[in-house]
T-cell receptor, first 114, second 112 residues
Framework: NAGVTQTPKFRVLKTGQSMTLLCAQD?????MYWYRQDPGMGLRLIHY???????AKGEVPDGYNVSRLKKQNFLLGLESAAPSQTSVYFC?????????????FGPGTRLTVL | TQLLEQSPQFLSIQEGENLTVYCNSS?????LQWYRQEPGEGPVLLVT?????EVKKLKRLTFQFGDARKDSSLHITAAQPGDTGLYLC????????????FGGGTRLMVKP
Protein backbone atom coordinates (compact mmCIF):
# COMPACT_ATOMS: atom_id res chain seq x y z
CA ASN A 1 0.00 0.00 0.00
CA ALA A 2 1.47 3.30 -1.12
CA GLY A 3 -1.22 5.35 0.69
CA VAL A 4 -1.47 8.84 -0.79
CA THR A 5 1.06 9.84 -3.42
CA GLN A 6 1.60 13.22 -5.07
CA THR A 7 3.43 14.26 -8.21
CA PRO A 8 5.53 16.25 -8.75
CA LYS A 9 7.40 16.85 -5.48
CA PHE A 10 8.86 20.18 -6.55
CA ARG A 11 8.03 22.64 -9.31
CA VAL A 12 9.06 26.15 -10.30
CA LEU A 13 6.72 28.13 -12.55
CA LYS A 14 6.81 31.56 -14.10
CA THR A 15 3.86 33.89 -13.57
CA GLY A 16 1.09 33.03 -16.02
CA GLN A 17 2.14 29.43 -16.65
CA SER A 18 -0.21 26.55 -15.97
CA MET A 19 0.28 23.19 -14.32
CA THR A 20 -1.55 20.21 -12.86
CA LEU A 21 -0.78 18.47 -9.59
CA LEU A 22 -1.73 14.82 -9.39
CA CYS A 23 -2.87 13.00 -6.26
CA ALA A 24 -3.49 9.27 -6.12
CA GLN A 25 -4.71 7.06 -3.27
CA ASP A 26 -4.96 3.28 -3.09
CA UNK A 27 -7.13 3.00 0.04
CA UNK A 28 -10.48 3.15 -1.79
CA UNK A 29 -11.39 6.34 0.09
CA UNK A 30 -14.46 8.27 -0.99
CA UNK A 31 -13.30 11.68 0.17
CA MET A 32 -10.30 13.58 -1.16
CA TYR A 33 -8.95 17.06 -0.40
CA TRP A 34 -6.45 19.61 -1.60
CA TYR A 35 -4.81 21.96 0.94
CA ARG A 36 -2.16 24.61 0.80
CA GLN A 37 0.22 25.23 3.69
CA ASP A 38 1.82 28.59 4.30
CA PRO A 39 4.02 29.57 7.28
CA GLY A 40 2.00 30.24 10.43
CA MET A 41 -1.32 29.53 8.71
CA GLY A 42 -1.67 25.80 9.12
CA LEU A 43 -3.49 24.03 6.30
CA ARG A 44 -6.20 25.75 4.30
CA LEU A 45 -8.68 23.77 2.23
CA ILE A 46 -8.72 24.64 -1.47
CA HIS A 47 -11.20 22.13 -2.94
CA TYR A 48 -12.55 18.76 -1.92
CA UNK A 49 -14.49 15.84 -3.34
CA UNK A 50 -16.96 13.49 -1.68
CA UNK A 51 -16.94 11.00 -4.54
CA UNK A 52 -16.03 10.27 -8.13
CA UNK A 53 -17.31 12.97 -10.44
CA UNK A 54 -18.07 15.48 -7.64
CA UNK A 55 -16.07 18.47 -6.42
CA ALA A 56 -16.74 21.43 -4.12
CA LYS A 57 -15.02 24.64 -3.07
CA GLY A 58 -13.15 24.96 0.17
CA GLU A 59 -11.88 28.00 2.02
CA VAL A 60 -9.46 29.35 -0.64
CA PRO A 61 -10.61 28.11 -4.10
CA ASP A 62 -9.82 31.16 -6.25
CA GLY A 63 -7.23 30.52 -8.96
CA TYR A 64 -7.55 26.74 -8.74
CA ASN A 65 -9.64 24.08 -10.45
CA VAL A 66 -10.01 20.38 -9.66
CA SER A 67 -11.30 17.21 -11.23
CA ARG A 68 -12.13 13.75 -9.90
CA LEU A 69 -12.71 11.58 -12.95
CA LYS A 70 -11.57 8.42 -11.18
CA LYS A 71 -12.16 7.53 -7.54
CA GLN A 72 -8.47 7.09 -6.83
CA ASN A 73 -7.26 10.33 -8.44
CA PHE A 74 -7.78 14.00 -7.60
CA LEU A 75 -6.18 16.63 -9.84
CA LEU A 76 -5.45 20.23 -8.89
CA GLY A 77 -4.95 22.72 -11.72
CA LEU A 78 -3.51 26.20 -11.82
CA GLU A 79 -4.54 27.86 -15.08
CA SER A 80 -2.46 31.03 -14.72
CA ALA A 81 -0.01 30.84 -11.83
CA ALA A 82 0.60 33.86 -9.61
CA PRO A 83 3.36 34.48 -7.03
CA SER A 84 0.67 34.34 -4.30
CA GLN A 85 0.25 30.66 -5.15
CA THR A 86 3.78 29.88 -3.99
CA SER A 87 3.13 27.33 -1.27
CA VAL A 88 3.33 23.69 -0.26
CA TYR A 89 0.33 21.74 -1.50
CA PHE A 90 -0.98 18.65 0.28
CA CYS A 91 -3.50 16.13 -0.88
CA UNK A 92 -5.44 14.03 1.63
CA UNK A 93 -8.09 11.34 1.61
CA UNK A 94 -10.46 9.82 4.13
CA UNK A 95 -13.26 7.30 4.53
CA UNK A 96 -16.79 8.60 4.31
CA UNK A 97 -19.12 8.05 7.17
CA UNK A 98 -18.88 9.22 10.74
CA UNK A 99 -17.62 12.70 11.52
CA UNK A 100 -14.00 13.04 12.54
CA UNK A 101 -12.54 10.31 10.39
CA UNK A 102 -8.79 10.45 10.01
CA UNK A 103 -7.40 12.17 6.95
CA UNK A 104 -4.37 10.56 5.33
CA PHE A 105 -1.95 12.98 3.76
CA GLY A 106 0.48 12.77 0.88
CA PRO A 107 4.09 14.03 1.15
CA GLY A 108 3.34 17.39 -0.45
CA THR A 109 4.34 19.38 -3.54
CA ARG A 110 6.50 22.46 -3.09
CA LEU A 111 5.54 25.03 -5.73
CA THR A 112 7.38 28.28 -6.39
CA VAL A 113 5.92 30.87 -8.76
CA LEU A 114 8.39 33.49 -9.94
CA THR B 1 -16.03 30.50 9.35
CA GLN B 2 -14.70 28.42 12.22
CA LEU B 3 -11.27 29.48 13.43
CA LEU B 4 -8.76 27.64 15.59
CA GLU B 5 -6.02 29.54 17.40
CA GLN B 6 -2.96 27.61 18.50
CA SER B 7 -0.46 28.77 21.08
CA PRO B 8 2.40 29.07 21.34
CA GLN B 9 3.48 29.30 17.70
CA PHE B 10 7.05 28.30 18.55
CA LEU B 11 8.50 26.43 21.48
CA SER B 12 12.14 25.52 22.10
CA ILE B 13 12.85 23.46 25.19
CA GLN B 14 15.47 21.15 26.67
CA GLU B 15 15.10 17.40 26.73
CA GLY B 16 13.23 16.29 29.84
CA GLU B 17 11.06 19.39 30.20
CA ASN B 18 7.26 19.35 30.12
CA LEU B 19 5.15 21.46 27.80
CA THR B 20 1.55 22.23 26.90
CA VAL B 21 0.16 23.37 23.56
CA TYR B 22 -3.26 25.00 23.39
CA CYS B 23 -5.91 25.04 20.69
CA ASN B 24 -8.81 27.47 21.17
CA SER B 25 -11.91 28.47 19.27
CA SER B 26 -15.16 30.34 19.77
CA UNK B 27 -16.90 27.62 17.77
CA UNK B 28 -18.08 24.20 18.87
CA UNK B 29 -16.58 21.21 17.09
CA UNK B 30 -18.04 17.72 16.85
CA UNK B 31 -14.54 16.31 17.23
CA LEU B 32 -10.99 17.52 17.35
CA GLN B 33 -7.84 15.92 15.99
CA TRP B 34 -4.15 16.44 16.67
CA TYR B 35 -1.64 15.82 13.90
CA ARG B 36 2.16 15.84 13.90
CA GLN B 37 4.14 16.86 10.84
CA GLU B 38 7.82 16.19 10.14
CA PRO B 39 9.80 18.36 7.69
CA GLY B 40 9.13 17.35 4.08
CA GLU B 41 6.20 15.13 4.97
CA GLY B 42 2.45 15.37 5.36
CA PRO B 43 0.69 15.50 8.75
CA VAL B 44 0.04 12.22 10.55
CA LEU B 45 -2.84 11.74 12.95
CA LEU B 46 -1.97 11.38 16.65
CA VAL B 47 -5.41 11.29 18.23
CA THR B 48 -9.09 12.14 17.81
CA UNK B 49 -11.18 13.38 20.75
CA UNK B 50 -14.94 13.41 20.47
CA UNK B 51 -16.60 13.85 23.85
CA UNK B 52 -16.47 17.07 25.90
CA UNK B 53 -14.03 16.62 28.79
CA GLU B 54 -12.41 13.59 27.17
CA VAL B 55 -8.79 12.83 28.03
CA LYS B 56 -6.64 10.50 25.93
CA LYS B 57 -3.09 9.40 26.59
CA LEU B 58 -0.54 8.27 24.04
CA LYS B 59 2.62 7.29 25.95
CA ARG B 60 4.03 10.66 27.14
CA LEU B 61 1.39 12.71 25.30
CA THR B 62 -1.91 13.66 26.99
CA PHE B 63 -4.74 15.19 24.97
CA GLN B 64 -7.79 16.88 26.46
CA PHE B 65 -10.99 18.12 24.83
CA GLY B 66 -12.70 21.00 26.61
CA ASP B 67 -16.04 20.45 28.28
CA ALA B 68 -17.74 22.78 25.79
CA ARG B 69 -15.89 21.19 22.83
CA LYS B 70 -14.40 24.55 21.85
CA ASP B 71 -10.82 23.99 22.95
CA SER B 72 -8.18 21.34 23.41
CA SER B 73 -4.72 20.91 24.84
CA LEU B 74 -1.74 18.68 24.22
CA HIS B 75 0.64 18.04 27.11
CA ILE B 76 3.99 16.33 26.63
CA THR B 77 5.80 14.96 29.66
CA ALA B 78 9.59 14.67 29.67
CA ALA B 79 10.00 15.80 26.07
CA GLN B 80 12.56 14.03 23.89
CA PRO B 81 14.36 15.17 20.71
CA GLY B 82 12.16 12.76 18.77
CA ASP B 83 9.13 14.89 19.71
CA THR B 84 10.47 17.73 17.56
CA GLY B 85 8.03 18.69 14.81
CA LEU B 86 4.99 20.76 13.88
CA TYR B 87 1.85 19.99 15.91
CA LEU B 88 -1.48 20.84 14.31
CA CYS B 89 -4.94 20.76 15.82
CA UNK B 90 -7.92 20.34 13.52
CA UNK B 91 -11.62 20.62 14.30
CA UNK B 92 -14.43 18.82 12.52
CA UNK B 93 -17.83 20.43 12.22
CA UNK B 94 -21.12 18.77 11.52
CA UNK B 95 -20.66 18.87 7.76
CA UNK B 96 -20.75 16.46 4.90
CA UNK B 97 -17.33 15.67 3.52
CA UNK B 98 -15.54 15.31 6.85
CA UNK B 99 -13.95 18.72 6.39
CA UNK B 100 -11.43 19.93 8.94
CA UNK B 101 -10.45 23.41 10.11
CA PHE B 102 -6.76 23.53 11.02
CA GLY B 103 -5.01 25.70 13.57
CA GLY B 104 -1.85 27.58 12.60
CA GLY B 105 0.40 25.00 14.21
CA THR B 106 2.97 24.90 17.01
CA ARG B 107 6.55 24.29 15.99
CA LEU B 108 8.33 22.39 18.75
CA MET B 109 12.07 21.91 19.04
CA VAL B 110 13.45 19.70 21.78
CA LYS B 111 17.18 20.12 22.30
CA PRO B 112 19.27 17.22 23.63
Amino acid sequence: NAGVTQTPKFRVLKTGQSMTLLCAQDMNHEYMYWYRQDPGMGLRLIHYSVGEGTTAKGEVPDGYNVSRLKKQNFLLGLESAAPSQTSVYFCASSYQGRIGNEQFFGPGTRLTVL
Amino acid sequence: TQLLEQSPQFLSIQEGENLTVYCNSSSVFSSLQWYRQEPGEGPVLLVTVVTGGEVKKLKRLTFQFGDARKDSSLHITAAQPGDTGLYLCAGAGSNAGNMLTFGGGTRLMVKP
